[in-house]
């Protein structure tokens, strides 16, 4: 594959931007990258799944290094939740052994399933915001990760590991990170306040990028230029990710994290 110049500050600018996006919503930003590479080099599917891996490793790292700078993550925490979720990979990877999955339907269910938890986030916000505190609303994170003493997760986790599962197997198998699923699950059934979602989230992705980048650079079709070219520019755009998400009143974040979230399933329905 030839890079031009033209191809390589498009490859570092749109990194750029879906590093942003994906930090700011903690979702991986796989669907940008498999899409972007699958439509504008006409790459098989299952290669820009694996690249998509390896980007995702490279912007989850960044956005990793900053949320666990700013205070905003909590490393036992994402290791316990991305356990889960790689066992949900290895779930995948045991599966295609034996099983020929047809990816499109695949999709097609996701997609629906991110539809439908992205329009409950819209009316949960929404409806949270009518019934309470406009101060409170408009609060930026606190840097301070005592509200995990007041939040049960030890007895919500049992409603929630399906989820993370499931994260890390629609990762595995669609190039996605997992984020799409993690987010929402940390918000609105463990009732992590979203800045923090979105950084624990992003710490969760990064672990599992290793395992996923590991098995597909071992046994899958990695484009490794490309994907470190995306990659650069996606760490930058972690970075300025990270800054514009500490400034975001939480109830624009919880807005913009779900209208993300169906503007990617719409994404995957075509």
């Known amino acids: 594959m030839d890079f031009t110049w033209d191809i390589i500050i498009i490859l570092l600018l749109l990194g750029s931007l879906f590093g942003i996006l994906s930090t700011i919503t903690g979702t991986g930003g796989g669907v940008f990258y498999v899409s972007f590479i699958t439509l504008f080099f006409l790459i098989p599917i299952n290669v820009s799944i694996d690249t998509s891996n390896f980007i995702i490793l490279l912007t989850s790292a960044s956005g990793f290094i900053m949320y666990l700078k700013d205070k905003r993550t909590n490393l036992k925490l994402s290791l316990i939740f991305s356990g889960f979720s790689i066992i949900g990979c290895l779930l995948s990877t045991l599966l295609l052994v034996f099983v020929k999955i047809d990816i499109t339907m695949l999709k097609l269910l996701f997609a629906t399933l991110l539809i439908i938890i992205g329009l409950y986030m819209v009316y949960k916000t929404i409806h949270k915001h009518r019934n309470s505190n406009n101060d409170n609303n408009n609060k930026l994170f606190n840097e301070d990760l005592s509200f995990l003493k007041s939040i049960d997760y030890k007895t919500k986790l049992k409603k929630t590991i399906p989820l993370f599962l499931l994260a890390g197997f629609a990762s595995n198998l669609l190039g996605i990170g997992g984020g799409v699923i993690i987010t929402p699950a940390l918000n609105l059934l463990l009732n992590f306040p979203i800045h923090y979602a979105t950084a624990v989230s992003t710490s969760i992705v990064f672990f599992l990028a290793i395992y996923n980048s ?42 913009f994290v779900a209208i993300v979230l169906i503007g990617l399933a719409i994404r995957m329905y075509f």
């Open 214 to 255: 590991l098995s597909k650079l071992l046994f899958g079709q990695v484009e490794l230029i490309l994907g470190l070219l995306m990659g650069l520019g996606s760490i930058l755009g972690a970075i300025i990710g990270a800054k514009i998400s500490k400034k975001m009143p939480k109830f624009y974040l919880k807005l």
